[in-house]
Each structure stands twice: as structure tokens, then as C-alpha cells.
């Protein structure tokens, strides 16, 4: 069997998986694992199958469904085409929904309805994956409404947990605005272009930016947003990343958001071919600083251990978009970079929550402590996930996040613009809240005081503990190996989503492209360094304000009682001199930063009349943003 039909089998795998496990699945727990399992497997070995073709030789794969070929220039069928791109974003998938296959197996066998449960994670799995497999926008919103009610389903999964049905009302209502904002988008397209595939319509786009398009341009770059979980698009991803099972809050953070990002990828570099504009670079890197702040404020002011990494979630995509934005293939390939990263070091922290829920039966941080003591490799698994969320080296948070901020500081000396400067800074002053953030959560859950309750705690599990591991070690590796990884994945990924005309001529027919007047954003190589001593001491220089100022805004009046949380117990922040009665003194996960938060508090009222929890304020949130886009774009993009 020729490899070129791999793709389009992988997709069908995973929806013919969800379909045999209704009909075969539903009396026996073992035959739905086991369908779920081969299910994944098989996605994953096709997929892998297309690494030496596609990676590594450079092969664009373009298949058509039922051999509707174009017919007099034009593309009348849904093609699935498979660029280095694709092929990366794939990768991602296939392996998120495979750790994501063997953990569920015996983190969720205390749940019921799992027959649903696999029907849902596997229809969710098939629709990401066809998403960035196709080469038709009418496809990829098919992919987007799957993707959305299947997430909106897992969610509300755990109906008896409290606030699982909102969760899930809330990602209805939002979600299903961004599909129809993306729906209404292809519609213009197609009214305006005739075709549905994104090839033909790259070349027909060429210099025709006319106010329909313009307008198809700014509905679906807002309900990509909506998908991808940026600020001010981000409500309902906390409440579902908390409410649904962990196995599931790893696929919402390793590919659901992913599949947002690289549709908005597609849409400003090969649809409209807008990032060779200023203002929409300007758009995309405003959107990814206000994302990385709120989320890593909002990530410091939490007290559930999963809401707590959803914010940190939304803040790392800030990062992934701000990079992404810059127009450059440094910032391009930094972008693709710390998306990988975030699949795998955040899919490790959910894996690690989920461990500690279900071997403490709480997320909660003020009711946990101790746990190294009785799950030492679990949190040996979560300190490299934290490691890697908070830029240390050696691991691969710090080599994409470095990344990052070459390519911003790069871009604001090149430019001129002092805002880039200023997001520069931000970046680094982001990170530093992160690691403050995590030694919070490590504090909170695997150090301190262990509860009496918690006396009984083991370890989880060896079948979930194997995916813990294997992300593990690929934090560390992706991170020591840097060049390596940008060989053979970024930098292959990031060329093709700059070579607009290859993918066309690889669609349509050669010279399609040169007849269109395609010419592509010129490739330059990903320039990455250690050890450049003037950016080591710039860079020491703003952790070091960072610090300062972090220092500054937690210090309080600690010793008078009036500063101390209003929930405090007598005298537990008093000054302790020897002699008193020895008592264990439990640090909970709402006193480490107090006076961080205290300090704060105009900032934090103000967001969290925000979160107000409402959906009609999400909602509102979603139309006013959609709004000052497209003023934005009919004002600025030309």
C-alpha cells in the first residue's frame, strides 16, 4: 500500500475506533481498551510512518478524496495535503492521544460510561488530526465543530464533580461562537473565490485584499483565537482543563489548542499570506503578551491544582503566538518550538495532577503537602514538568523560551518598534512569575506538612506512571539535543510553512503558483546560542528587576496581623521564638505569595470581576474582541 494514503487512514482509524466501540465496547471494559488502544497505535505507527517522506526528504503528500482531482484549474474535492508542517503538528497529535490512550486505562476505571468516554476521546483525536491533515477550509471547520461538542462532552464528563456541567455549557456557548464566526469566514471566502481549498485560494488571495476578504479574514482569525485559547478568548478553558478528567485536560492542552494555533498559522502564512504586514504582526504579538500575563497572574492567585496549570496553559500559548507573530523564521521556528514543549511538559504536569487526585482524591493545595514522601516518583516526574514550565536549563522549556526571546529581541532591533522591546521584557518577567508560581505548587502538594489524612496515600499505578515517564525524559532530551530537534522537526516545519509556493504548485500543478504571482517569504536559518555573554548579562540584568520588583510588590506588614490573609488563624504569621510548644506548621497554597496577592489586589479585583464566571460575559467578551479585530484590520491591514 502506497504511503500517501496513510494519512487520510490515520484519521479514519481513530473515528472507525470511537464507532466498534459502540458497537462492540459497551459490555466489555477490556475489548474498549483494547479497541482504544489499537485505535491510537495505529494513528501513531501511520504517522510515523510518514517521517522519512515528509521530514526528512522534504516530500508535500497531496491526496484527494474519491480522486476528485481539479478540473479546469479549479478544486472541486476535499484534499488532504501534508506538508512538513502538517506532518509536525500530526506528530504532536498522535502522540498526545497515545499517552493520553494508555494512561485513561487505569486512571479512569473508577468512573463510569466509559464505552462514552472512549467514543468522545477518540472522535476528539480523529477531528484534531484531520484538521491539520487537510488542505480544505470547509474541512477544517467540519474538524473544528467535531472537535468542539466532543470537547464540550468530556468536560461536563465527571457530571457528579461540581461545576463539570458549567464547564461544559461554557465551552458550548463559546466554542460554538468562534465555529460560527470560522463558518460565516469560509463562507465569504467561497463567495468571493470559488474554492474551498487552501492552496487555490492562497494563489487567488494574491494582492486582493478586498474588504469582503478582509472581513473573511477577520472572523476566522477570531474563531481560530476562540480555539486556541488566548486572552480574552480563554474563559471556558479554565473551567474545562479543571472539571475534566486529567487524561483529557492533557489533550485539551497538548493538541486542542495546538490545533487552534496551527490553524491560525495556516490562515496569516499560506491562506492570506499576511505576516509580511506590520499590523498583523503587531496583532498577533499584543494578543500573545496580554495572554502570557493574565495567564501567569491569574495561575498565581489559584488554589486547585489543575486550575492552576489551565492558567499556566493559556499563558504558555502567549508565548507560542507572540513568537509565532514576529513574521520571521527565527520567530516562527521559536513559536513551533515551545509548542512542542508545552505539549510535553504540560501534558506531564495534567498526567501528574491526575496521579495526585487519584491517589488523594483532591487537587486542592491548601488540603495537600507531603506527598514526596508517599509518591516519590510522581514527583520526581512533576519537578521536571515544573523545571521545563519555568525556562530552567537544561530542559526544553529554557532552549524554546530562550528561543523566544532571541527572536523578540531580535525583531525589536530590527523593527525599531520599542513595543517588541517591551514584550522582550515581558517574556523574561512571565517566566519568572512561572517558576514563582511552581514553587508554589511544589511547596503546596509534594513538600511541607503531610495532612494526617493523607497518611494512606501510594503511589499510582505502573501503566500510569509509563507516559509520566516518557515525557519526562523527552523534556530532558528535547532541551539537551536542541540541534537535533530543529534539524529533523522545527527547522523543516517552519520552511514549509514559508514556502507558499510549494504548497500550491504540489496541490494544483506545477507553475500554478509562478502563474499566480506567488513569491514566498525568504527562509533564513534559526540562529540559537548559549553563550552570547552581552544577551546572558541583558537577560541577567531584567530577572534581576524582575526579581526586585517581585520582592517589592509581596512585602507586607507581616508583623502586624492586619496584613495577613483575612482567613488567618491567630498568631500564625507571628514572629516564633524558642521555647513555644513544637507544632507542625502546614504552609498551604494560599500563604506562600499572600503578600504578592495583597499587594495586587486592585489588579486581581479587577480580573476577577472578569472571571465572573457568567457566560453571557464570556460571550460579550468574544463579540467586543471580534469587533475591535475587524475595526483593526480594515484599519491597518493593507
Keep these: 500500500m502506497s504511503y500517501i494514503h496513510f494519512p487520510v487512514i490515520a484519521v479514519m482509524t481513530l473515528f472507525m475506533g470511537a464507532f466498534l466501540t459502540v458497537v462492540f465496547g459497551r459490555k466489555s471494559k477490556a475489548v474498549r481498551n483494547i479497541l482504544a488502544l489499537a485505535a491510537s497505535c495505529t494513528a501513531f505507527v501511520l504517522i510515523c510512518c510518514l517521517i522519512k517522506p515528509v521530514l526528512i526528504d522534504g516530500e508535500i503528500i497531496s491526496y484527494w478524496m474519491g480522486n476528485w482531482s481539479p478540473v479546469e484549474g479549479y478544486a472541486i474535492g476535499i484534499g488532504y495535503e501534508i506538508d512538513q508542517l502538517s506532518m509536525f503538528f500530526a506528530l504532536i497529535t498522535v502522540f498526545t492521544v497515545l499517552m493520553s490512550c494508555i494512561y485513561s486505562i487505569r486512571y479512569m476505571e473508577r468512573d463510569s460510561a466509559l464505552d462514552f468516554y472512549n467514543v468522545l476521546f477518540l472522535m476528539l483525536s480523529g477531528s484534531v488530526l484531520g484538521l491539520v491533515l487537510t488542505g480544505d477550509v470547509f474541512n477544517m471547520f467540519i474538524m473544528i465543530e467535531i472537535m468542539t461538542f466532543t470537547s464540550v462532552g468530556l468536560a461536563a464528563f465527571r457530571n457528579n464533580k461540581a461545576g463539570s456541567v458549567e464547564a461544559g455549557f461554557k465551552y458550548l456557548v463559546i466554542g460554538s461562537i468562534g465555529s460560527s464566526m ?47 485559547y488566548i486572552v480574552p478568548f480563554h474563559t471556558p478553558a479554565a473551567d474545562a482543563y479543571t472539571t475534566a478528567p486529567a487524561s483529557i485536560s492533557m489533550v485539551f492542552s497538548g493538541m486542542v489548542n495546538k490545533a487552534g494555533v496551527y490553524g491560525m498559522i495556516r490562515l496569516v502564512y499560506i491562506i492570506f499570506r499576511a505576516m509580511d504586514k506590520s499590523s498583523v504582526q503587531l496583532l498577533m504579538v499584543i494578543f500573545g503578551v496580554v495572554t502570557m500575563f493574565v495567564g501567569v497572574t491569574m495561575a498565581l492567585a489559584q488554589h486547585d491544582f489543575k486550575r492552576l496549570l489551565a492558567f499556566h496553559s493559556i499563558s504558555q500559548i502567549g508565548y507560542v503566538i507572540t513568537a509565532a507573530g514576529l513574521g520571521s523564521a527565527l520567530g516562527l521556528t521559536a513559536g513551533l518550538f515551545h509548542a512542542m514543549n508545552h505539549t510535553l511538559f504540560k501534558g506531564l504536569l495534567f498526567l501528574c495532577a491526575g496521579a495526585v487526585y487519584y491517589a488523594a482524591g483532591t487537587t486542592n493545595l ?56 517591551f514584550a522582550t521584557v515581558a517574556a523574561v518577567v512571565v517566566s519568572v512569575m512561572t517558576l514563582a508560581s511552581f514553587i508554589k505548587v511544589t511547596q503546596a502538594v509534594f513538600f511541607g506538612q503531610l495532612p494526617a489524612s493523607l497518611e494512606n496515600v501510594q503511589e499510582v499505578p505502573a501503566l500510569m506512571r509509563l507516559p509520566m515517564w516518557i515525557m519526562s525524559a523527552l523534556c530532558v532530551l528535547t532541551g539537551v539535543f536542541y540541534d537535533q530537534v530543529n534539524k529533523w522537526l522545527l527547522a523543516p516545519a517552519a520552511g514549509a510553512a514559508l514556502n507558499v509556493s510549494g504548497y500550491i504548485d504540489r496541490m494544483m500543478g506545477e507553475g500554478y503558483a509562478a502563474e499566480a504571482g506567488v513569491v514566498n517569504i525568504p527562509v ?36 502586624s496581623i492586619s496584613s495577613a490573609p483575612a482567613d488567618a488563624e491567630d498568631g500564625k504569621y507571628a514572629t516564633f521564638f524558642s521555647g513555644e510548644k513544637s507544632m507542625p506548621s502546614h504552609v498551604s497554597g494560599s500563604d506562600l505569595f499572600w503578600g504578592f496577592k495583597k499587594n495586587w489586589k486592585g489588579y486581581f479585583k479587577v480580573m476577577d470581576g472578569i472571571h465572573s464566571g457568567r457566560v453571557n460575559d464570556y460571550a460579550l467578551y468574544v463579540v467586543c474582541a471580534a469587533a475591535l479585530i475587524t475595526v483593526f484590520v480594515f484599519g491597518f491591514v493593507r
Design 182 to 228: 470560522t463558518l460565516f469566514g469560509v463562507a465569504i471566502l467561497y463567495g468571493n473565490c470559488h474554492t474551498l481549498n487552501m492552496a487555490q485560494l492562497s494563489s487567488i488571495l494574491a494582492g486582493r485584499l478586498t474588504p469582503s476578504t478582509l472581513m473573511a479574514f477577520a472572523l476566522m482569525f477570531t474563531g481560530l483565537a476562540v480555539k486556541s
Design 366 to 421: 491548601d488540603k495537600l503537602g507531603g506527598l514526596s514522601k508517599k509518591m516519590p516518583k510522581t514527583c520526581i516526574c512533576f519537578l521536571i514538568g515544573a523545571f521545563s514550565i519555568s525556562g530552567l536549563p537544561p530542559f526544553n522549556g529554557f532552549a524554546s523560551k530562550w528561543l523566544v526571546y532571541q527572536a523578540v529581541y531580535e525583531k525589536a532591533v530590527t523593527s525599531g518598534n520599542i513595543f517588541y522591546a
Design 524 to 559: 533564513f536559518a534559526a540562529r540559537f546560542s548559549f553563550w552570547n555573554p552581552v544577551v546572558w548579562l541583558l537577560l541577567f540584568i531584567i530577572v534581576l528587576a524582575a526579581f526586585c520588583l517581585a520582592i517589592i510588590g509581596s512585602s507586607g506588614d507581616r508583623a
